[in-house]
């Protein structure tokens, strides 16, 4: 059984930073790659980063730049976020899957793929 643990959200204003960080458990298959996605309210959930098991890593459009997606080892993961928007407040989840749902974003559309941690609360004021 997989299970996926994020940390580090919280409350800052626009142009701070926070660090997200995923704590994995179990055993996740080696075609299995990591990543984070968001829920803002009323919004659909969506992909923001992911990093595959060689390291190569994929952004949305909206946070590239500002975000940076890393990994250590097998069981953490982590989410630097820089210069940060009112636009980025949202649950922030980490998710595990398989790479080609993972990479493309997809996993969103079919959650039942993968793991999903219960998500760490990002909020950007003004």
């Known amino acids: 059984q997989v299970q996926l643990v994020e940390s580090g959200g919280g409350s800052v204003q626009s142009g701070g930073s926070l660090r997200l960080s995923c704590a994995a458990s179990g055993y996740i298959y080696r075609t299995y790659c990591m990543g984070w996605f968001r829920q803002a309210p009323g919004k659909e959930r969506e992909g923001v980063a992911v990093i595959d098991n060689d390291g190569s890593t994929n952004y949305a459009d909206s946070v590239k730049g500002r975000f940076t997606i890393s990994r250590d080892g097998k069981n953490m993961m982590y989410l630097q976020m820089n210069n940060l928007k009112p636009e980025d407040t949202a649950m922030y989840y980490c998710?595990?899957?398989?790479?080609?749902?993972?990479?493309?974003?997809?996993?969103?559309?079919?959650?039942?793929?993968?793991?999903w941690g219960q998500g760490t609360q990002v909020t950007v004021s003004p």
């Open positions: 998710a595990a899957g398989p790479c080609w749902a993972v990479a493309t974003f997809s996993l969103v559309r079919s959650p039942n793929l993968g793991y």
